[in-house]
T-cell receptor, first 113, second 124 residues
Framework: AQSVSQHNHHVILSEAASLELGCNYS??????LFWYVQYPGQHLQLLLK??????LVKGIKGFEAEFIKSKFSFNLRKPSVQWSDTAEYFC???????????FGAGTRLFVKA | GAVVSQHPSWVICKSGTSVKIECRSL??????MFWYRQFPKQSLMLMAT?????????EQGVEKDKFLINHASLTLSTLTVTSAHPEDSSFYIC????????????????????FGPGTRLTVL
């Protein structure tokens, strides 16, 4: 069965620190990969997505993610976080051409000002 | 960008009553919509996939007679929680997948889900 694993449930960083959130998935076929963000009191928003091509994907607000096929990973990174990045981040996987999206458990990021 | 709305944003009801939640894609057509449930401090759990003009596909463990889904048009899906109980209290989120039928949407956009703001249901 497909699954998505996010390594950290809670992360606390100071402003300007670098961020890396781990995401691994288990699925043998071709997949589309997503990172979503949910700010406090708001709905899910798409940060970035990978469908094909360059495995280093750049998203909004300075976030990027790298797809490493051999490791089944799609880690999210940001060189310098801001207080406004405090949110919950979800990694998600969809089978290419399929409909069902599997979400990871989420990582709550708290950035100290 | 694509916008998905949900109505109501929150609802409080008595145990035993039914509650209907609407999910609308505002500027695109969606042949497929998804209904998720999110418990506090947990991830989204897919409840069902709603297909326009056909029966919804429910995930294992989700009672289809309790959570009625109707997807009557390309822009509207409804979830009705029948005979609600306190354990049904949760945050219900819908998402819509761009059908790409307008001719204005790229293939890439058609494989992306757009999420609604969610509906918080509290059953007393």
């Amino acid at each position: 069965a497909q699954s998505v694993s996010q390594h950290n449930h809670h992360v606390i960083l100071s402003e300007a620190a670098s961020l890396e959130l781990g995401c691994n998935y288990s699925y043998g076929g071709t997949v589309n990969l997503f990172w979503y963000v949910q700010y406090p009191g708001q709905h899910l928003q798409l940060l970035l997505k990978y469908f094909s091509g360059d495995p280093l994907v750049k998203g909004i607000k300075g976030f990027e993610a790298e797809f490493i096929k051999s490791k089944f990973s799609f880690n999210l990174r940001k060189p310098s976080v801001q207080w406004s990045d405090t949110a919950e981040y979800f990694c998600a996987v969809t089978q290419k051409g399929g409909f069902k999206t599997i979400f990871g458990a989420g990582t709550r990021l708290f950035v100290k000002a | 960008g694509a916008v998905v709305s949900q109505h109501p944003s929150w609802v409080i009801c008595k145990s035993g009553t039914s509650v209907k939640i609407e999910c609308r894609s505002l500027d695109f057509q969606a042949t497929t919509m998804f209904w998720y449930r999110q418990f506090p401090k947990q991830s989204l759990m897919l409840m069902a996939t709603s297909n326009e003009g056909s029966k919804a596909t429910y995930e294992q463990g989700v009672e289809k007679d309790k959570f009625l889904i109707n997807h009557a048009s390309l822009t509207l899906s409804t979830l009705t929680v029948t005979s609600a109980h306190p354990e049904d209290s949760s945050f219900y989120i819908c998402s819509a997948r761009d059908a790409g039928v307008s001719g204005k949407t790229s293939v890439i956009s058609a494989d992306t889900q757009y999420f609604g703001p969610g509906t918080r249901l509290t059953v007393l």
